[in-house]
């Protein structure tokens, strides 16, 4: 192992200055190199780099003689000296950078946003307290991208070698053989942050800056925010049937869910099939599952519920009657029609005319009476630019999909206003999330942490992400199912994925409770302001204008309590009943302790006292209000 311990740079920052190397057409390199936070003009031939300084470093590149240029690759390369990093957040979608906390993994490594990776060109390196050392976002068009860390890196020989102990990365754009297309102006910015609370806190910030430049904007809509139930997880979707789902409906709304999605399989085999037969693509309803799939529609709608429908705008199946009309449109990769593992094609997101053909689509699944669409597989793509002889208006296929997400959210709202869309994790990113009503958490059946972590990422930069939907067995007790649903609601909308006639009674009860207490403090949870109290992301605060809720996961023992509310909630997702608390001051109020059940155990007044211990039953809640505290009850 070679290594130079270097002087680390002291004080002014972490940061100091970059290089921008770009790859033209013509085969051509441009470099700009030590390009720091101060305004510059740098020159390379016949072109000139514009650097402004602000809250974030905007570039702008053009040739002196005004004529536009083709880029192929954009790279951003970093150099600065190596610390013991806690963790590593590397540039995705939201949905697999929790597997890369390890700074280790990413040792002499490229880690790709490619192939249905559409995701966000941020990366962030905390300290040991997973405070942000520094964090990095491109501002900018989103495509395929590569993260790669140079040093440490990897010997011929495949040994790890630091090199005079530098950390050195670079973030590539795009990544792969995609090209980044033509330009008159080429236009981005970087943001650098070197000072956060959490990798939450920074990417919230960079989202700020991306929709200061891009101007995004978002249509909340309250019933975006109504819990869920999807029938994807319980049966087989072969086994799919409106008895079914209205029978879930009904008892969905028992308990307090207020919106189904009919999933995949409605209109024939589903991905999880043990039919190899599909008719993906068609999208007509199957008459043994749905003999009138208007009337289920109408069905769940005199319940007094919200509905999704389920479609794949861009797979289509070889056994879909739709083949031989769309296979001109239909991705290829090397010559080659492509195919996804799952066994289905998909239509070029780069092609304008299969994007006309999907949106041509939208006024026959709105017309079956759903209240929106679940919007689903855009993420199942191929990591090669399409060789398919049709037309393209798109130089990578992220940016044909980013385009399509635009399209469509605008059909389907010139269609029906208030449509729901559900989008997901591996294309809600910074610029798409704007075009639906909400961003899902990517499939994390069973897996309640890998859930959170999907949802939280999105979180930081989307009013409104749904949880995976959660399923559970009998073999949960009923304390953890508390638990799985706390997770659930600190980190967005509530969704469950069971068939709910199996659920015993007193499980039905924690979902009630805990569902009913997001209904009733709907407002807070829609409207509060999330963010964590530290970088453990072990206590969060989701602040609304009187109440406040502070969510403990995990093993946490201690919260900060928040300033300035009426009400308070405490959710315990602990194990631990007796949890240590920091006060400004000395504060009177009456605390109901609530079991898992949601059930009131304990009503009590209490004089909360900094370097205080509240009581709070593990997988319970408590209540606590500052303003009955002098009146008496
Ligand atoms: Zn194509």
């Not at 704007?434 to 949802?455: A, E, H, L, V």
Request: hydrophobic letters at 40%; charged letters at 20%.
């Amino acid at each position: 192992m070679v290594y130079t311990p270097s002087l680390m740079r002291k004080a002014m920052g972490y940061f100091n200055s970059f290089d921008l190397h770009l790859i033209l057409a013509d085969g051509r390199r441009l470099s700009f190199e030590k390009i720091s936070q101060a305004d510059a003009f740098l020159e390379d031939g016949d072109f000139v780099l514009d650097v402004k300084a602000g809250p974030v470093l905007a570039l702008k590149l053009r040739r002196k003689d005004g004529l536009p240029f083709d880029i192929e690759k954009v790279d951003y390369d970093f150099d600065l000296p190596l610390k013991n990093f806690n963790r590593f957040l590397v540039p995705d979608c939201g949905r697999y950078y929790n597997r890369y906390f390890t700074p280790l993994l990413s040792w002499g490594r490229t880690i790709s946003m490619i192939g249905g990776n559409h995701g966000n060109p941020f990366a962030a390196f905390m300290d040991h307290h997973d405070r942000i050392v520094l964090a990095i976002g491109i501002v900018g068009q989103l495509v395929e991208m590569g993260f790669t860390v140079t040093s440490p890196g990897r010997s011929l020989r495949n040994t790890l070698v630091v090199d005079r102990g530098r950390f050195r990365f670079q973030m590539n754009r795009p990544a792969g053989n995609f090209k980044l297309g033509r330009f008159t102006c080429f236009e981005e910015a970087l943001f650098i942050c070197e000072n956060s609370p959490s990798w939450f806190h920074a990417l919230h910030r960079y989202a700020e800056a991306y929709y200061q430049m891009y101007g995004s904007q978002f249509e909340i809509l309250e019933e975006a925010f109504y819990p869920t139930w999807c029938s994807w997880v319980p049966w087989n979707s072969d086994d799919l049937n409106e008895a079914k789902i209205l029978e879930n409906a009904r008892l969905a709304k028992e308990i307090g869910v207020r919106t189904i999605i009919l999933d995949d399989g409605w209109y024939g085999p589903g991905c999880d099939s043990a039919s190899l037969e599909s008719n993906m693509g068609d999208y007509r309803p199957d008459v043994r599952k749905f003999p009138d799939l208007s009337g289920t529609a109408e069905k769940i709608r005199l319940l007094g519920m919200k509905s999704l429908l389920w479609v794949a705008p861009l797979a289509v199946s070889p056994e879909a009657e739709c083949y031989q009309q769309v296979k001109g449109l239909l991705m290829e990769e090397k010559g080659r029609t492509w195919k996804s593992p799952s066994g289905f094609h998909d239509l070029c997101p780069c092609c304008p005319q299969a994007r006309q053909l999907i949106l041509d689509k939208i006024p026959e699944l709105l017309a079956y009476g759903f209240d929106g669409l679940k919007v689903d597989l855009y993420n199942n793509i191929g990591s090669e630019p399409c060789t398919a002889g049709h037309n393209h208006d798109c130089t990578t296929t992220t940016q044909g999909v980013m385009r399509l997400m635009k399209e469509y959210w605008q059909r389907l709202k010139a269609i029906k206003p208030d449509a729901l869309m559900e989008s997901k994790n591996n294309y809600g990113n910074v610029y798409s999330a704007q075009f639906g009503s909400m961003i899902r958490g990517g499939d994390s059946p069973y897996d309640i942490n890998n859930n959170f972590w999907n949802c939280i990422y999105p979180r930081a930069y989307s009013p409104v992400v749904h949880n995976d939907y959660l399923c559970w067995t009998s073999a949960e007790s009923d304390h953890d199912l508390a638990i799985l649903l706390i997770k659930q609601i600190t980190a967005g909308v509530p969704t469950l994925s069971v068939d709910l006639a199996g659920v015993s009674e007193s499980q039905r009860t924690v979902l009630k409770g805990w569902l009913g207490i997001y209904n009733r403090y709907l407002e807070t949870f829609a409207k509060g302001n999330l963010e964590p109290q530290s970088g453990a992301m072990d206590v969060w605060d989701i602040n609304g204008s009187e109440t406040a809720i502070v969510s403990l996961l995990h093993n946490a023992k201690e919260f900060n309590w928040p300033a300035g509310k009426t009400q308070v909630l405490v959710m315990n997702g602990t194990d631990n009943h007796n949890i240590y608390t920091r006060i400004p001051e000395t504060t009177a109020a009456v605390q109901v302790n609530l079991d898992c059940y949601l059930r009131e155990v304990e009503r009590t007044r209490v004089t909360l006292a900094d370097t205080g211990t509240i009581h709070v039953p593990s997988a319970g809640l408590a209540i606590f209000d500052l303003r009955a505290e002098s009146g008496d009850r």
